[in-house]
């Protein structure tokens, strides 16, 4: 389904920014992480979605994961705001999502496993609100991708307020190379597709 495909491997981390002490200071180093889109009903930022940083273990739980990287997410407000501090979700870090969840063609979201029907019931992935949105983009895009060739890869492609992460002061970085492959780097050196 045009845009609603869910990664067929886990999330691997390709930054490690570390020791800020307000965890919206890792914004756009989650942008870039993942890809500017919720993971986990994947509504992208140039779809007019609001995102936020997500806790993956609710700092009431866990107060230390704060501004731990490894415990924050890019999610949108509706995913966000409805997981709130649920726990026992799957970890898009450690599951492929594609093995939970797939997208159908009239917008409803079939659960493959037991990890696949936790997402689907916590985050309400098949409230009619959801399918119905999610089915409205599925169409436009197809229309688009056949009829207006030029809309349908403005909608699909990257944000053009790319982060450059290399101009970010970090106090620490784990992973310091990731910085190289940032879609900013990679849009400078003419290797950032045209749509994803």
Known sequence: M?????????????????????YSSYRDWLRDEFTFRCVYCLHRELWN????????????VNPDGECEY?????????CNLTKEAVLGLPNP?????????????????DALNSDGEKLKQVLR????KSVRDRCRWMRALEVLRTSDPGLYREYMAFPED?????AKRVPQNTR???????????????ELPDTY
Request: charged share 20%; hydrophobic share 35%; with cysteine.
């Open 125 to 128: 992935l098949d409230s009619e």
């Open 49 to 60: 979605a609001t995102l936020h940083v997500e806790h993956f273990c609710p700092t009431s």
């Open 70 to 78: 490894s415990n924050l997410l890019y999610a949108c407000a509706t």
């Open 162 to 166: 790319l982060p450059d992460l290399r």
């Open 93 to 109: 870090c450690l599951v492929a999502f594609s093995d939970c969840l797939r997208v159908m063609a009239d917008g409803h979201v």
């Open 2 to 22: 045009i845009g609603f495909e869910y990664p067929a491997s886990p999330h691997t981390r390709r930054h490690g920014p570390g020791g800020y002490k307000d």
């Open 176 to 190: 310091p190379d990731g910085v190289v492959h940032c879609y900013f780097v990679l849009r400078q050196r003419g």
